[in-house]
């Protein structure tokens, strides 16, 4: 960018640049042969002169922004973004596919903090209802998007009725769900509870609870296993802040805990030794030996093999929680409708973990929350404010300039093979649907990347990329 910029500045067109990298690819890597690396860097000098030689000006198109934001999910991040997006003075179409905004925050209890996560989350869908920048969309699914950044279509659908969405960028909130077991018990006694189960009774002051004289809690259900390796990051802490609770009702109370590593990491590591000073008992257990759970006369017994004492252990149980795994909904119709990857266990993707942390290689579609992997509520807030962040970016500007180094197509060469269109993971290429050249191939320079995938698979000849065209590579070639 900055040589460029250097172009731009002395009034040429900054496409009329070829760079030749002689340390990273030359200098680097044949250090210790001087001789053969001058004759590289003379060849690389050779070919990139001869690439000049041959390029012209190319043109960037210019992209007008529609000021509408979409919002897919109306959980807490979904519902952050859309109000961080709103107070900027845009206009957001909020989907959700329940009856109720919320998600699932609205079966948790309170935060590790001790915070009543019910009264902020009435306060926020309140703040929500409310705005009058904010169109919320109940019961709604996406059924069709088209477009690309700056001007999107979304068909929405609520009972069979359909509307069109124009807007400029779309985030991705979609949120993730909570595992049912199939192990220890559950599902066969009541007495055997997940997570989310155990706050509903938080949330409805069971008073049974102040009665129970032990309660076990077993970590990693469903997680951390040969088929989802991935950790939910959430259920250490989750059991933690419960068995506290637990312990606030009723101090006599046995807690077990029972773990194969505890991962509150932070500030969280303040909730765990709280957690051992009130007396709460953890034990640890291998994958390989994990506990054992039946149900007796007297209650239900929990046998597990405590990996330090190097002892099996038997212990009585009037509840048993249990820390299941956060499981994605796998939409990859949504996918599918935005070009966005998913990872082989179902989560969004990111562009890069570290400069791209809530966006997707697809412009003018960014992502936040649970969809993108577990993460608690405060971590979905701040990566909320960051993908409204980041699609104030684009909305400020009101126009987006294209790329000049796109793909096109000759439609006299094209066969309606459809091959460039298989392989673009951008959804670039297209077949035109009218006139002379119908069923040819065109390429959209707004969705193109310039990767050139659809050049090297084009058997026909009919694809090339600008900046790199044949007669270019050709002259390199060439010069070797």
Same mark, same amino acid.
């Given at each position: 960018?900055?040589?460029?910029? +250097?172009?731009?500045?002395?009034?040429?067109?900054?496409?009329?640049?070829?760079?030749?990298?002689?340390?990273?690819?030359?200098?680097?890597?044949?250090? $210790?042969?001087?001789?053969?690396?001058?004759?590289?860097?003379?060849?690389?000098?050779?070919?990139?002169?001869?690439?000049?030689?041959?390029?012209?000006?190319?043109?960037?198109?210019?992209?007008?922004?529609?000021?509408?934001?979409?919002?897919?999910?109306?959980?807490?991040?979904?519902?952050?973004? =859309?109000? +961080?997006?709103?107070?900027?003075?845009?206009?957001?179409?909020?989907?959700?596919?329940?009856?109720?905004?919320?998600?699932?925050?609205?079966?948790?209890?309170? +935060?590790?903090?001790?915070?009543?996560?019910?009264?902020?989350? %009435?306060?926020?869908?309140?703040?929500?209802e409310t705005d009058s920048n904010i169109d919320v969309h109940l019961n709604t699914e996406l059924t069709n998007v088209e477009g690309f950044v700056g001007n999107f279509k979304t068909t929405l659908s609520k009972g069979g009725n359909p509307q069109v969405v124009e807007h400029g960028i779309a985030v991705l909130s979609t949120g993730a769900k909570e595992f049912k077991p199939d192990e220890y018990l559950y599902g066969k006694d009541p007495r055997v509870m997940t997570h989310l189960e155990l706050d509903r009774r938080f949330q409805n002051n069971d008073a049974s609870l102040k009665a129970i004289k032990n309660a076990v809690f077993i970590q990693c259900v469903g997680s951390r296993e040969p088929y989802r390796p991935y950790c939910s990051?959430?259920?250490?802490?989750?059991?933690?802040?419960?068995?506290?609770?637990?312990?606030?009702?009723?101090?006599?109370?046995?807690?077990?805990?029972?773990?194969?590593?505890?991962?509150?990491?932070?500030? @969280?590591?303040?909730?765990?030794?709280?957690?051992?000073?009130?007396?709460?008992?953890?034990?640890?257990?291998?994958?390989?030996?994990?506990?054992?759970?039946?149900?007796?006369?007297?209650?239900?017994?929990?046998?597990?093999?405590?990996?330090?004492?190097?002892?099996?252990?038997?212990?009585? =149980?009037?509840?048993?929680?249990?820390?299941?795994?956060?499981?994605?909904?796998? $939409?990859?119709?949504?996918?599918?409708?935005?070009?966005?990857?998913?990872?082989? $266990?179902?989560?969004?993707?990111?562009?890069?973990?570290?400069?791209?942390?809530?966006?997707?290689?697809?412009?003018?579609?960014?992502?936040?929350?649970?969809?993108?992997?577990?993460?608690?509520?405060?971590?979905?807030?701040?990566?909320?404010?960051?993908?409204?962040?980041?699609?104030?970016?684009?909305?400020?500007?009101?126009?987006?300039?294209?790329?000049?180094?796109?793909?096109?197509?000759?439609?006299?060469?094209?066969? %309606?093979?459809?091959?460039?269109?298989?392989?673009?993971?951008?959804?670039?290429? %297209?077949?035109?649907?009218?006139?002379?050249?119908?069923?040819?191939?065109?390429?959209?320079?707004?969705?193109?990347?310039?990767?050139?995938?659809?050049?090297?698979?084009?058997?026909?000849?009919?694809?090339?990329? @600008?900046?790199?065209?044949?007669?270019?590579?050709? =002259?390199?070639?060439?010069?070797?």
């Open positions: 960018p900055l040589f460029q910029e +250097t172009l731009v500045n002395a009034g040429l067109n900054k496409y009329l640049f070829e760079m030749t990298n002689i340390r990273n690819q030359d200098s680097w890597v044949h250090k $210790d042969e001087p001789k053969k690396a001058t004759e590289k860097a003379m060849d690389l000098v050779r070919m990139a002169v001869a690439k000049a030689a041959l390029m012209t000006p190319l043109k960037e198109a210019d992209v007008d922004i529609n000021q509408r934001a979409l919002v897919v999910g109306g959980g807490i991040s979904g519902m952050v973004s =859309a109000r +961080t997006l709103s107070r900027q003075g845009y206009k957001v179409s909020l989907v959700e596919r329940a009856s109720l905004l919320g998600g699932q925050a609205l079966n948790l209890y309170r +935060t590790w903090k001790g915070d009543d996560i019910q009264k902020n989350l %009435s306060d926020l869908v309140r703040s929500v990051r959430v259920c250490c802490t989750h059991s933690i802040e419960s068995a506290l609770q637990l312990k606030e009702m009723n101090p006599d109370m046995n807690v077990y805990i029972l773990y194969r590593d505890i991962r509150t990491y932070g500030e @969280r590591e303040y909730l765990y030794r709280k957690a051992r000073m009130e007396g709460v008992l953890f034990v640890q257990f291998s994958k390989d030996q994990k506990p054992k759970v039946a149900a007796g006369e007297d209650g239900l017994k929990i046998e597990v093999m405590d990996q330090n004492l190097g002892e099996n252990l038997v212990l009585k =149980a009037d509840l048993v929680a249990l820390a299941s795994a956060i499981l994605p909904y796998k $939409d990859e119709k949504l996918a599918q409708f935005f070009k966005v990857p998913m990872n082989e $266990d179902g989560f969004f993707v990111e562009a890069h973990a570290k400069l791209g942390p809530s966006e997707f290689a697809t412009d003018g579609v960014v992502l936040c929350g649970m969809a993108h992997y577990p993460k608690p509520i405060d971590e979905s807030v701040a990566q909320a404010q960051a993908a409204a962040s980041r699609a104030v970016t684009l909305l400020a500007r009101e126009r987006v300039k294209v790329s000049g180094m796109v793909a096109y197509a000759n439609p006299v060469s094209c066969s %309606s093979c459809g091959v460039c269109v298989e392989v673009c993971p951008y959804s670039a290429p %297209s077949f035109v649907a009218k006139g002379p050249f119908a069923g040819k191939a065109e390429v959209n320079p707004v969705l193109c990347k310039g990767c050139g995938l659809c050049v090297a698979s084009c058997r026909s000849g009919a694809l090339n990329l @600008r900046g790199f065209e044949e007669g270019q590579i050709m =002259a390199m070639i060439n010069e070797m």
